[in-house]
């Protein structure tokens, strides 16, 4: 479904790679974890993966579709949730919806079931008349999972997508990746909380100065330790210059 080959970024100014020489083959299905400190390269990857940002070498490649070719028809099949939603403040969240569910082509039926399931599962019904201005953080993250979600993507890439929900919306998106998965979704991640990513993740990538340093299957990279004691063994003293 994802295919990162050789990926390298340098941002201009910069004589150093943000992201340098990385490659990941995300399958139809898989929940795919990505983590490192901050300043890791994971954001510049996610955004690469995107089309938001520029990247001089490498290949990505969405659903068999060369992303530099033909973007639009890679971003047709993908959602983004960023860590911090930048929405349109002067909307209701309900108009907001529908401006998503309009750009992708969204049924009147199907955008309908999906707005009345997932409002309804993170408590947000109530509030989709209101405009987002007056939303609170968490209800913002709600907002723009409900909205990556309206037109049923094939790819989900989630920048710490925890970040600002309770416990039951923690929980209840959990539950959303891994039903989505069961239906041949593939899920790209990156967060920092390590217990959340060894419980949910089929496979995991650790990403240390802009280069992978570990990546497979949840067993294969921690073996019979946890994966907070790999990571801090892999990563020991890179939180100090980041």
């Given amino acids: ?11 201009e100014g910069s004589d150093k790679k943000a992201v340098d020489d990385l490659s990941l083959h995300i399958l139809p299905g898989e929940i795919y974890g990505f983590i490192g400190h901050n300043g890791a390269g994971k954001t510049t990857t996610i955004k690469s993966v995107t089309g938001l940002l ?26 983004y949730i960023p860590d911090n939603p930048d929405l349109y403040a002067f909307m209701t969240g309900i108009k907001y919806l529908n401006f998503i569910a309009d750009i992708f082509g ?4 199907d955008r309908q079931e999906r707005i009345r399931r997932y409002a309804g599962m993170f408590e947000l019904t109530d509030s989709l008349n ?3 201005s007056a939303y609170s953080h968490g209800m913002k993250q709600k907002l723009a999972v409900i909205a990556a979600l309206i ?3 094939k790819l989900i890439i989630m920048d710490e997508p925890f970040v600002g929900l309770d416990p039951k919306a923690s929980f209840l ?9 069961k239906e041949g979704c593939s899920i790209f991640f990156s967060t920092h ?6 419980k949910l993740c089929d496979k995991v990538a650790i990403i240390r100065g802009g280069k992978l340093i570990r990546n497979g299957t949840m067993e294969e990279v921690k073996g019979d330790e946890s994966l907070e004691d790999i990571f801090l063994e892999l990563t020991d003293g890179e939180a100090a210059t980041c």
């Avoid at 479904?1 to 941002?11: A, G, P, R, V």
């Avoid at 909380?193 to 060894?198: F, K, M, Y």
Wanted: hydrophobic share 40%.
């Fill in 130 to 132: 209101e405009t987002i």
């Fill in 173 to 181: 998106l959990k539950e959303i990746m891994r039903e989505k998965c």
């Fill in 106 to 109: 969204v049924s009147a039926d």
């Fill in 193 to 198: 909380v390590l217990e959340v990513a060894e």
């Fill in 54 to 79: 520029p990247f001089e070498e490498g290949e990505i490649t969405i659903n068999g579709v060369d992303l530099k070719k033909d973007p639009i028809a890679c971003k047709k099949v993908i959602a």
């Fill in 1 to 11: 479904m994802l295919k990162i080959e050789h990926l390298s970024k340098t941002y």
């Fill in 151 to 153: 037109h049923d993507p």
